[in-house]
């Protein structure tokens, strides 16, 4: 499914939480879509599968997954009204590196140019 670095100063579970949401948000995993189980996650990467869990719990939590008792974890639904807190956070960091790169001389086109082609790639997918 996907590889962690072992080298990589984040914690592991980050990294399974990231990729998770990765595969998410590209849509390669479709909502309701069963993922794997913590134990063949676990026997997969060959890590502890308290690590599995703590990333799934995460997610759990954003929103990004959900489990049925005995059937598993699952790709949940896009519930827009239950995203609106993550939605705000992620505004603000945008705002936080827009402010950056104004402050490094970045002109305002080349920022528009630039949100507006990711926007076209990420609607293509």
Do not use: C, H, W
């Not at 794997?36 to 502890?48: C, G």
């Not at 402050?103 to 140019?113: A, C, F, G, R, V």
């Amino acid at each position: 499914m996907f590889q962690l670095d072992v080298r990589d100063r984040k914690p592991l579970y980050e990294q399974i939480k990231e990729k998770m949401k990765a595969l998410i948000i590209s849509r390669a995993l479709k909502t309701d879509e069963r993922i794997p189980s913590v134990r063949e996650l676990a026997q997969s990467l060959t890590i502890n599968p308290n690590t599995i869990q703590k990333a799934y719990k995460d997610l759990e939590t954003e929103g990004f997954i959900y489990s049925v008792r005995a059937k598993g974890s699952f790709v949940a639904p896009l519930d827009k009204k239950a995203n609106l807190a993550r939605r705000n956070e992620l505004v603000q960091e945008l705002e936080k590196i827009v402010a950056e790169l104004l402050y490094l001389d970045e002109p305002q086109e080349q920022l528009l140019t630039l949100i507006q082609s990711i926007y076209r790639q990420k609607k293509e997918v």
